[in-house]
Every structure is written in C-alpha cells, then in structure tokens.
C-alpha cells in the first residue's frame, strides 16, 4: 500500500512538472500572438518563471515589461514593474538595490489596496532584509505577509511566507519554531503540488537539522530538495544544496564523499560559467584535503580559488583565501611564506572595512610574528587585536538597548505632540461648544440639545485617544525595562544546564563548570567531575553562558566565578586546586566581577 502511495506522488510530481513546462511553452507562444498592453499579464508570468532560473531572459523580459509599462498610466502596472526589478535585483544579490525597489512597489500596492501583490512585495522584502543579516526585520516582513495570506486564504503565498519565516528563525537560533513553520510550509506544498516552494522547505529542513546535529535526518532532506530542483531545472538551487551535502558530509568526517559532492558542484559552475560558484567549491575541496592535513592538495586547491576571486574582483573572498593559505603554511612551520599572505589579508580587510575579517586577519599574524621571533611586531598586532574585538563587542552589547531607548524617545515624542494636538482640540471643542451655547439660547432648546449632544461624542473620543495614548506609553515603558533587564541578566543561574553539540548531546548543570579551555579546533569543559571535549569555538560557547556566572580570563579558559577561591593580577585558583594563568586584558574586569559578588553576599 505505501508502495502504491508513493508511486502516484511521484506520478502527480512528474504530472506537474511536465504541465509546468507546458505552460511555460504556451506563455512564449501566446506572447507572439498578443500586441500592445495584452502582452503584460503573459509577460509579468515569463520573468515570474525565470527570474531563478535564468536572470538573463528574466532581464529580457522585464526590458519588454518596461517598454509597454511606460506607455501605459496604469498604477498597478507601474507597481509590478517595481515589484519585478526589485525581486531580479535580489535574485542577482544586489540587495542595497533590491531594497528601495520593493519597498516602493509595497508602497504603491498599499494606495491601490492590492493585497495579493502586497503580499508578495512583504516576502521578498523579508528575503532582502535576511540577507542584509536582519532577521529580526526579515522575520517582521514575513509575518505581515503571513497575515496577508491568511486573511486572504492565499494558501500559495502562505506555503512562501512560511518557508521563509523558517529560514529566519532557523538563522534566530529559534530551532522549535523553524521545524514547526518547515512542516506547515511542507503540508501546504504538497497539498498545492507547489514543487519549487517544497523544494525550499527540504532545503531549509535539512538546515535546521544540521544546526542541532542531527546529521541523519539533514542529508535526508537536502537530498530531497536536490531531486527536486532538478525536476525544476532550478540549476543555481541544485548546485548550492549539492554544496551544502559536501558540508554536511564534512562534518561528520566523511571527506571522500563531500570532496566529491564538492566536485559534482564544481562541475555544474564550470557549466553555469558561475565563476564565483566555481572559486567557492575549489575553495570547500581544499578545506577538506586542509583539515585532513594533506596540506599540498590544500595549497593547491586555495590558490586556484584565489585567482579566480582576485579575476572576479571579489574582495571578500580574496581575504579568506589569503587567510586560509597563510595559516596553513604557518602550520607547517613556513612562516616566511605564510606570514605574506596574512599581511595581504589584513591589508585587504582593512581597505574593505571588513572589521571582523581585520581582527581574525590581526590575530593569525601576531601568532605567526611570535613564533618567528618578531615579538615587538607580535606584541603591536596582538595588541590591535584586542582593541578590535573589544570595540565591536561592546557595539554589538549595547546595540539592542539603544535601539529600544531610541524607539521609546519617538514615541515619546510622539505621544508629546499629539497630547499638544489633543489638548488644543479639547480648547477647539470647549470653543465651539461655547459659540454652539450662545446659537443655542437663540436658535431654540431642540437646536441646543443637538450640540450637546455633538459636545459629548466629541469629548469621548478625544478622551479615548488621550487613554489609548496613556497606555501605549506604559507599553514602551515596560518594554524599555524588560530589554534593560535582559541585558543586565539576573545572576541566578544556579538551578541551569547546558547541552553540549557534542554527538552524545550531553548535559551538564553549571553550577558543575569550573572552567573551559580552548583546546586545538574545540573546547575543554573541566567540571567538578569529568572532562568533556566539544568541537566549538570558545567564544561561541561563551555567548551560550550567562555572563554574571563566567567570565574570560584569557584568549584561552573561562571560568566559573562560584568556583574561584583565590585571585591576583596575574592568576586564578579554583575550587579543584588549579591556577590558572589571567591576562592584562582580562585582569581588571575579573577583579570588579569578584569583588561585585562579593559585596553582593556580605
């Protein structure tokens, strides 16, 4: 029976698909048989279709679009050809010029009360603002466009809105919530027949799977999705996942099987004559061959990869390349040749602005100058380092809070001017009810209980909005010190634990943490027990901790300030005996913690 099920899926996929192709076909044909303003609708549906599969005709006929459009006054025709520039400019990752195109496209279909196109301009808004890393705004977009669709019963653009709401909250860390929109979005798709939205939704399943180590399940799904871009013939999709399942493969130590995903990917880009596509699968085959230290494949792959990026003016890329080739030569102990390449990323990265890229550019060298006993310059890039890395954690910590204080003045000052408007209507209407008092007395008793009675409705409504501003502002208020609140933290944490990334997915309480250790391409977390070893970054660990229990010592251990039985400027010693070493950097915000704890107890 399971058999007969699957067999008519795959039946009624290949139906769709096949009709799909069809239709594309006789939208070409019915093209050549329309003139003038007719050929609008057939048009707007042919960039619909190409716009992901072949930017190039999309482009095509969004030229033929805007041709007809400007002989046209029609503002829904006018809306649409900004909806569709915007949406191409997103599909070529130009998204600074994606962005005020869609946002005036929305604008337009707001005045005309287009709802079905409002809702589509919301989704990709929302696509636009993730990839400007702003989910928080992406994610803002997509609900707006999920509250479109149920109200409309748009199940098409519902299945949409859910598949990329997903996406965000998987990039949140909301992973619950990112499964729960997958399967909604999944259920829609099918029902609908909809290939090219399901195929998303394995997509962005097997990326929340992969998130939460569930290594199984994520090659499932991205296999899933890779068939059926094919079906699609959605070739830049099909390539990006065929990437993804080299990573995923990656991952758990399967290099043969993700170098050759990687090659597959890398042939398709050759093909596509994607350059960018191609440096990057070149640049993922010599990662694999780099942490399997087969260092001379390694080298070879990086530099092919970084001759394309420097051909393809791709700064960015360039700098990882560099970055990748110096310190694999630093780890060979070839520091006079590595050393080059490094100073050619922090170069890079400096004339880009890449701040994130600097600091990790700064870091490689000062270690690199150490080891080959340049300590004075080894001494000024570390130094710049920490400079660095401490300027844009304190601009990342505060960001939030000044947001919020800055929303709250606004609206404070809005809430200012529209109680000055409010108090100048009440003297308006006292005013008029005065003058409709004194026409009253003349006119006659029927005509002055007519304006008392206007008077009253008056002074009811201009009493409802003064409530309904008094309790807006009590919301901003709250909301104000929920988010100071937050980011202080309350220092109770002793009853939590943490489930560690680790296959097992061990956990431990915190109040058990004496201290972690970065340790080779992981961490150590030594408890009061037993020793655990996570592959994860420290400082990736350490945003996953509250700050008022832990504290950094060191580029190298965080420690557990319940456990601390001695300190000085120089080191710490915790409760099992250990002493460890503290750093200038870290010495005076460990001795303000300490002594804050302590005068919290006393």
């Known amino acids: 029976m399971k058999m007969i099920k699957t067999t008519i899926g795959l039946l009624c996929l290949s139906f769709s698909l096949f009709a ?163 399967y909604k979005a999944k259920s829609l798709c099918e029902k609908l027949n909809d290939i090219p ?48 399942l080299g990573a995923f493969y990656s991952s758990i130590d399967s290099n043969l099987i ?29 990662g694999v ?44 102990k070839l520091l006079s040749e590595g050393i080059p390449y490094l100073e050619k990323a922090l170069d890079l990265s400096k004339k880009a602005k890449e701040v994130r890229k600097t600091i990790r550019a700064n870091d490689y060298l000062a270690r690199a100058n150490f080891f080959a006993g340049n300590f004075e310059k080894a001494y000024l890039l570390n130094d710049d380092y920490h400079q660095l890395k401490d300027s844009i954690f304190n601009v990342e910590k505060t960001k939030a809070i000044e947001e919020i204080e800055e929303k709250y003045e606004n609206e404070k000052l809005t809430k200012e001017n529209a109680e000055q408007e ?9 005013l008029r009810i005065s003058i409709g008092s004194l026409i009253a ?46 980011n202080n933290k309350s220092s109770n944490f002793q009853n939590r634990s943490i489930q560690l ?7 431990i309480p915190l109040k058990d943490i004496l201290y972690v250790k970065s340790e080779g391409n992981g961490i150590r977390i030594i408890t009061t027990s037993e020793k655990h070893w996570v592959w994860q970054a420290l400082k990736n660990f350490k945003a996953m901790l509250p700050e008022t229990m832990f504290s950094q010592i060191h580029k190298s251990y965080l420690i557990n300030l319940d456990h601390v039985t001695n300190y000085t400027a120089q080191q710490c010693v915790l409760t099992n005996g250990d002493a460890l070493k503290v750093t200038r950097t870290y010495s005076k915000q460990l001795r303000a913690e300490l002594d804050q704890r302590t005068a919290l107890q006393d």
């Open 197 to 244: 939205c399901l195929a998303n939704t394995y997509t962005n399943l097997a990326i929340v799977y992969y998130q939460q180590s569930n290594i199984s399940d994520a090659i499932n799904y991205k296999k899933k999705a890779i068939k059926l871009h094919k079906r699609t013939e959605n070739k830049m999709q099909t390539l990006r996942n065929i990437a993804n």
């Open 441 to 486: 007395t003349v006119v006659g008793l029927v005509l002055l209980a007519f304006m008392f009675r206007e008077r009253n409705t008056k002074l009811c409504l201009l009493e409802d909005k003064e409530t309904e501003l008094y309790g807006r502002n009590q919301e901003l208020i709250q909301e104000l010190e929920k988010a100071k609140e937050q």
């Open 258 to 286: 993700a170098v050759k995903y990687y090659e597959e990917a890398l042939k398709m880009s050759k093909e596509m004559g994607n350059k960018k596509q191609e440096a990057n699968q070149i640049m993922s085959i010599g």
């Open 422 to 430: 409010l108090d100048l209507a009440k003297k308006d209407a006292q």
């Open 20 to 182: 799909f192709q069809i239709n594309t076909d006789s939208l070409v044909t019915e093209l050549s048989n329309k003139d003038g303003q007719e050929q609008l609708p057939i048009l707007y549906d042919l960039v619909t279709f190409y716009i992901e599969n072949d930017t190039a005709l999309a482009q095509k006929y969004i030229n033929e679009f805007s041709d007809l459009a400007d002989n046209s006054k029609d503002k829904k025709t006018e809306a649409k050809l900004l909806y569709l520039k915007g949406r191409l400019a997103y599909y070529q990752s130009r998204y600074i010029e994606a962005k005020p195109l869609i946002e005036k496209s929305l604008g337009k279909y707001r005045v005309l009360y287009d709802l079905k196109g409002e809702s589509e301009a919301l989704n990709i808004l929302g696509l636009v603002y993730r990839n400007m890393s702003m989910p928080d705004e992406a994610k803002k977009y997509h609900q707006l466009s999920i509250d479109i669709c149920n109200k409309e019963n748009d199940l098409d653009g519902l299945a949409r809105a859910y598949t990329n709401i997903a996406a965000v909250e998987e990039i949140i860390g909301n992973y619950t919530s990112a499964i729960d929109y997958g």
């Open 501 to 507: 990334t680790n296959h097992s997915k061990t956990i």
């Open 289 to 332: 061959f780099h942490f399997t230290k087969d260092y001379e494949k390694a080298l070879i792959y990086y530099k092919r990869a970084i001759k394309i990026y420097e051909s393809i003016n791709d700064t960015n890329s360039a700098i990882t390349s560099n970055l990748n080739i110096g310190a694999l030569l630093c780890e060979q």
